[in-house]
């Protein structure tokens, strides 16, 4: 499931189990797999909603910290873009449980092309 705004610099995303990625998940705790795909989607939106033609761009450097289990049914993850050039994209994203609990954070650099 997601919602985000295109004319703002944050994207938020958020998902169950079953919707975001169900084989990820075990002993109702969200793998390191499964919050790297959050924070690339989640990334992406928030680059895609700032660049003029709404580039994804290709991701060229993701860096993920886990830092508390995140567990289900959901996580929530808040991108905000850093920077959108001509060539690259910066966003950070954070992800927390249900309870506003920091779960893992993000950054990511994008090639937007030319």
């Known amino acids: 499931m997601a919602d985000g705004t295109a004319a703002s610099d944050t994207a938020s995303f958020s998902g169950s189990n079953a919707q975001l990625a169900a084989g990820y998940v075990r002993y109702n705790i969200y793998s390191d797999a499964t919050c790297d795909t959050l924070v690339d989607e989640a990334g992406t939106v928030a680059l895609a909603s700032l660049d003029r033609e709404g580039r994804p761009g290709v991701t ?7 830092l508390s289990p995140g567990r ?43």
Request: no cysteine; glycine share 12%; aromatic share 6%.
């Open 60 to 66: 060229t450097d993701l860096n993920v910290s886990y």
């Open 72 to 114: 289900a049914p959901r996580v929530i993850a808040e991108a905000r873009a850093l920077k959108v050039g001509r060539l690259l994209g910066y966003v950070q994203v954070d992800v927390r449980g249900e309870d506003g609990k920091l779960v893992a954070q993000g950054r990511m650099t994008k090639f937007m092309g030319r």
